[in-house]
């Protein structure tokens, strides 16, 4: 409800010329237009160069003199279907799936409580609670490998899907709590009033009045925790071992990698479609993410 | 009907000892925190405590350590590798923080004036951030291959350069282009966090300078900035914070070689509990980050702090 307002209160905003009609055309097209196209160039290139590289030939890949290297003379899924067919790849795609959609619902559970707990329920110590909270969410999980690799060792989960759940929450967890609480504080305090004066228990007023009006805030911090988990990358790496447990990111990079043969088209093939996911769902909820993230950092 | 309802209404039941308790706020609040408490305490607090404890011993993959003091970071300290990385760490940090700044600077201000096809332009913007690290650093690590760069390419045919460029083979050059790539990754984060600041700022501030004659330089620096200065602070402590402690960047591009010269200390500390076995000596390095790590937080959150009672306040 308020997220969507916000978005709009956003849009209202978007729409607003501001000064910039007093500007002639030409000296737009200099000051801001030109500054913008390299901009997006720049930062799209990359990907660009990716999804050509997966649909080359080996052929062309290293002989830039024969073939334009910005486009593929003869586009080819050989890559496409090398990785889906003759790796390991769809087990890490499903891995990914599963620690990412695992660790998010775990996170979201003990979220949503604290959340509520920290910003409502307003108990002795709760703003300390949050300030921790947020001072959890600071901590870099390159600090946090080297001992967590020792406990997850010592509780004998070692190279399983379930390290990597049980310790991506480690940051997942501040996070969506922080986020949350913004959320949650969002919503008037009136509504609680009434239903505590209609003699609703606190339980009550979660599950049904407070969660229901959450939801968008739980979209998006579900989003940012999915992606989140989906990225992480030095966890994975130090947990996993085998092969057929291997995430996305660890897989390409420590899988397709063999010696010195590197498979580019393989690679880029797999770094692609590893992106999709992400992009896809982050495509749907642009406008969450937008204002969760900005939302967030305000605070 | 209502009026009679009402009090008709029996006397409030008895409320039991256990249900009065569950009213309390203290408990219930306790309650609601006991699910990421026990998690944050059993997997952050505990792990925290843990990686200070194996800094002072000397464990190893497969075989439990003995307390051995100051050994680790008495070793450290003589260790010319490990401060190449803490160099590395704070030029890495200092280069690609200022560069994130003004770069993403510049695109909110672009992405700021009236544009058609906003929405587009901002979520094409957001994709260097959404995909994941290491698939992008991937890319990056093809664009900077030695033999067959695009880069090098097109700049052989523009008559730029005339041999080939070893992008990430050359110490000087490896550490710029993996400065680049993370400046890559971490602009449309501080420009789109700086973008949503810009929106705050009342139009009508800009008009009341433009009458006055105030230059649009003079409008940026005095009314913009300072306007904007809180939320650079935010964005700025954050980037600070994840570019201090990178490490997947570097370890897709480089491994922190040539010569050491891109190991940071966190790609050190895993080189050396990992791959190395040692797990005391990799948990000292990531120990000895955490003194650094918060003199650059503090840095820059206090240093770009300063001007917050201009918003009156906070937020």
Redesign the interface.
């Known amino acids: 409800m308020t997220t969507a307002s916000r978005i709009e209160r956003a849009a209202v905003t978007d729409e607003s010329v501001g000064m910039s009609y007093l500007d002639r055309v030409p000296r737009r097209i200099v000051t801001v237009w030109l500054p913008l196209l390299v901009f997006m160039f720049v930062l799209l290139f990359p990907f660009y160069w990716m999804a050509i590289t997966a649909l080359k030939p080996n052929a062309e890949l290293t002989n830039f003199n024969d073939y334009s290297p910005f486009w593929p003379s003869s586009p080819t899924l050989r890559h496409i279907k090398y990785l889906l067919f003759e790796t390991s790849y769809p087990g890490w795609l499903w891995n990914t799936m599963l620690v990412a959609l695992g660790s998010t619902f775990l996170s979201l559970f003990a979220s949503v409580f604290a959340a509520y707990a920290i910003e409502r329920i307003r108990f002795k110590g709760s703003r300390w609670t949050g300030l921790g909270i947020f001072l959890a969410y600071l901590v870099p999980p390159s600090i946090l490998f080297i001992p967590l690799a020792v406990m997850v060792f010592k509780l004998g989960i070692y190279d399983s899907k379930l390290a990597l759940i049980f310790t991506y929450p480690t940051f997942l967890i501040p996070f969506c709590t922080w986020l949350l609480m913004g959320y949650f504080r969002s919503i008037p305090y009136e509504l609680e009033e009434c239903a505590l004066v209609d003699g609703a228990s606190r339980w009550q007023i979660l599950t049904k009045i407070m969660l229901p009006l959450a939801v968008p805030g739980l979209i998006s911090a579900g989003i940012f925790a999915f992606t989140l988990s989906w990225n992480e990358f030095i966890y994975a790496l130090t947990f996993i071992q085998s092969s057929e447990n291997k995430t996305v990111p660890v897989g390409v990079l420590t899988e397709l990698v063999r010696g010195d043969v590197y498979e580019w088209g393989a690679l880029m093939a797999g770094a692609l479609l590893g992106s999709l996911p992400v992009v896809i769902l982050y495509s749907f909820f642009v406008d969450y993410y937008v204002a969760s993230m900005t939302g967030a950092v305000k605070e | 009907m209502a009026t009679t309802a009402a009090l008709s209404r029996p006397a409030p039941r008895e409320t039991t000892l256990a249900e009065r308790i569950?009213?309390d706020?203290?408990v219930?609040?306790?309650l609601?925190?006991?699910?990421?408490?026990a998690?944050?305490f059993l997997?952050?607090t505990?792990?925290?405590g843990?990686?200070v404890y194996?800094g002072f011993t000397d464990?190893r993959i497969g075989r439990a350590g003995v307390w051995v003091g100051f050994e680790n970071y008495e070793s450290l300290w003589g260790d010319s590798v490990f401060w190449l990385s803490v160099f590395n760490t704070f030029l890495y940090t200092f280069v690609a923080s200022i560069l994130k700044f003004m770069?993403g600077l510049?695109?909110a201000l672009?992405?700021?004036?009236?544009?058609p096809f906003?929405?587009l332009?901002?979520?094409?913007?957001?994709?260097?951030w959404?995909?994941?690290?290491?698939?992008?650093a991937?890319?990056?690590w093809?664009?900077f291959d030695a033999?067959?760069s695009?880069v090098t390419?097109s700049l052989q045919k523009l008559g730029l350069v005339q041999g080939s460029i070893n992008w990430l083979g050359d110490p000087q050059i490896a550490r710029a282009s993996v400065i680049a790539a993370n400046v890559?990754r971490g602009?449309?984060?501080v420009a789109?966090?700086l973008?949503?600041?810009l929106?705050t700022i009342p139009?009508s501030l800009?008009?009341a300078a433009?009458l006055d004659g105030a230059t649009s330089w003079q409008r940026f620096w005095h009314i913009t900035l300072p306007m904007l200065s809180p939320?650079i602070a935010?964005?700025m402590t954050?980037s600070v914070?994840?570019t201090?402690?990178?490490?997947?960047l570097i370890?897709?591009l480089t491994r922190g070689g040539p010569l050491n010269a891109t190991h940071l200390m966190?790609t050190l500390?895993?080189q050396r509990?990992?791959p190395g076995g040692q797990?005391g000596e990799?948990?000292a390095i990531?120990?000895a980050?955490?003194p650094f790590?918060l003199g650059a937080?503090m840095f820059s959150y206090f240093g770009l702090q300063r001007r917050r009672w201009q918003q009156g306040g906070q937020?």
């Open positions: 569950l009213q706020r203290n219930l609040g306790i609601f925190m006991l699910p990421a408490a998690f944050l997997f952050l505990y792990p925290l843990l990686g194996l464990t770069l510049w695109l672009l992405l700021n004036e009236h544009l906003k929405a332009i901002r979520a094409i913007v957001l994709l260097p959404v995909v994941p690290t290491v698939l992008s991937i890319a990056f093809w664009i033999q067959f695009i390419w890559w602009i449309p984060f789109i966090t973008l949503a600041g929106q139009p800009h008009e433009t939320i935010v964005v954050f914070l994840f201090f402690t990178d490490f997947q370890y897709v966190a500390s895993f509990a990992i797990l990799g948990a990531a120990v980050m955490v790590l937080i937020d």
